[in-house]
């Protein structure tokens, strides 16, 4: 299912946004970590492979 985009803020995480709710690379990022938006980052693989 399509979500709000969000990112990680940790240096060590691919510069990706994430935007569907069972991205498994999005799902790791801590809570700490998550940001809104896309900060200008590409769309995450695994999102758009789901959709």
């Given amino acids: ?3 709000n985009p ?3 803020a ?3 995480d691919a510069n990706v946004f994430h935007d569907h709710s069972r991205c498994p690379v ?3 990022i801590e ?3 998550k940001r809104f938006g896309t900060n ?3 769309r ?3 999102c758009v492979k789901l959709g």
């Fill in 31 to 33: 809570k700490a970590d």
């Fill in 1 to 3: 299912m399509k979500v």
């Fill in 10 to 12: 940790n240096l060590s």
């Fill in 44 to 46: 995450c693989r695994d």
């Fill in 26 to 28: 999005g799902m790791a």
């Fill in 40 to 42: 200008g980052y590409p």
């Fill in 6 to 8: 969000y990112y990680s």
